[in-house]
Nanobody
Framework: QVQLVESGGGLVQAGGSLRLSCAAS????????MGWFRQAPGKEREFVAA????????YYADSVKDRFTISSDNAKNTVFLQMNTLKPEDTAVYYC?????????????????????WGQGTQVTVSS
């Protein structure tokens, strides 16, 4: 069984920062890319960012580009999401996801069906 466990969520004022972590564990599986999604109350889950598991290329939603940074630490089987200059509209449950599908560009990893494993989510609340 593959497990993805997110941590690092919390309450922060607008303009502040948070760093989310996603630790992967369980049986060995081929994971080509990792992603972060978020779901605000009453809204669909939406793509935030993606990264090749081996590192390198990243891809961001326009709404978070230049504010959020996705990174990975393969030795620790962990992916991070550094979130800066947070806005109230960033308030959501943030989910980590892993994909064992191999695409030729990181830009393909932006839909829920592109991912095979999901974490349970961590709440991020940004107050105005």
């Amino acid at each position: 069984q593959v497990q993805l466990v997110e941590s690092g969520g919390g309450l922060v004022q607008a303009g502040g920062s948070l760093r989310l972590s996603c630790a992967a564990s369980g049986r060995t599986f081929s994971k080509y890319a990792m992603g972060w999604f978020r779901q605000a109350p009453g809204k669909e889950r939406e793509f935030v960012a993606a990264i090749w598991w081996s590192g390198g290329s990243t891809y961001y939603a326009d709404s978070v580009k230049d504010r959020f940074t996705i990174s990975s630490d393969n030795a620790k089987n962990t992916v991070f999401l550094q979130m800066n200059t947070l806005k109230p509209e960033d308030t959501a449950v943030y989910y980590c996801a892993a994909s064992n599908k191999l695409y030729n560009t990181i830009r393909r990893y932006r839909q829920e069906f592109d991912y095979d494993y999901w974490g349970q989510g961590t709440q991020v609340t940004v107050s105005s």
